[in-house]
T-cell receptor
Framework: ETGVTQTPRHLVMGMTNKKSLKCEQH?????MYWYKQSAKKPLELMFV???????ENNSVPSRFSPECPNSSHLFLHLHTLQPEDSALYLC????????????????FGSGTQLSVL | AQTVTQSQPEMSVQEAETVTLSCTYD???????LFWYKQPPSRQMILVIR??????QNATENRFSVNFQKAAKSFSLKISDSQLGDAAMYFC??????????????FGKGTKLTVNP
């Protein structure tokens, strides 16, 4: 079992659908992240949760809504997406040593490949 | 803002040979972390190697080593005795040290490495 688990692995949805991506980490970390990976582009940080509090919202459209009910789980709720939102969505976690020192490394899940029709 | 540039979209190497992947970055900071991540077809990003900017000694992890040139802002990855399992996308990433709270990794666009038998 990997340390960070994402479901579903693949998702196809229409522009009017509502769906959710799920991420669970089994590493005891206190920070979780959503990244978007599009073809030919660098990974884009979307959201950061530290100690279950959202500390970063990187100018992401409101059709993406994150939720972090506890330190082990992270969701990304999707509604009225656009075809350009099709991408690989990666979840990651880390252990923040201290708010002033930050983490040492991120652990990633295998991602959800999202296709918006 | 920091940027990371990987100038080689694709590279190939013969099995058992050595290959070097290039990465340059732009920053005005003096203390930071640099990372190389590997993303195989399974899509899970895996940390390969990590370098702290204040350390002059180049990091090594078994067959993987870096050439860190701080003044030139260069951070190349050398893979020795290449194996078929090394075939993957390789991402160079930068992170500031000690920002506290939302820790961002800035990624390059990646280099696709093919290992030929």
């Amino acid at each position: 079992e990997t340390g960070v688990t994402q479901t579903p692995r693949h998702l196809v949805m229409g522009m009017t659908n509502k769906k959710s991506l799920k991420c669970e980490q089994h590493l005891g970390h206190n920070a979780m992240y959503w990244y978007k990976q599009s073809a030919k582009k660098p990974l884009e940080l979307m959201f950061v949760y530290s100690l279950e509090e959202r500390v970063e919202n990187n100018s992401v459209p409101s059709r993406f809504s994150p939720e972090c009910p506890n330190s082990s789980h992270l969701f990304l709720h999707l509604h009225t997406l656009q075809p350009e939102d099709s991408a690989l969505y990666l979840c990651a976690s880390s252990q923040e040593v201290d708010r002033g020192l930050g983490f040492e490394k991120l652990f990633f899940g295998s991602g959800t490949q999202l296709s918006v029709l | 803002a920091q940027t990371v540039t990987q100038s080689q979209p694709e590279m190939s190497v013969q099995e058992a040979e050595t290959v070097t992947l290039s990465c340059t970055y732009d920053t005005s900071e003096s203390d930071y972390y640099l990372f190389w991540y590997k993303q195989p077809p399974s899509r899970q990003m895996i940390l390969v190697i990590r370098q702290e900017a204040y350390k002059q000694q180049n990091a090594t992890e078994n067959r993987f080593s870096v050439n860190f040139q701080k003044a030139a802002k260069s951070f190349s990855l050398k893979i020795s005795d290449s194996q078929l399992g090394d075939a993957a996308m390789y991402f160079c990433a930068y992170r500031s040290r000690g920002q506290g709270g939302s820790e961002k990794l800035v990624f390059g666009k990646g280099t696709k490495l093919t290992v030929n038998p």
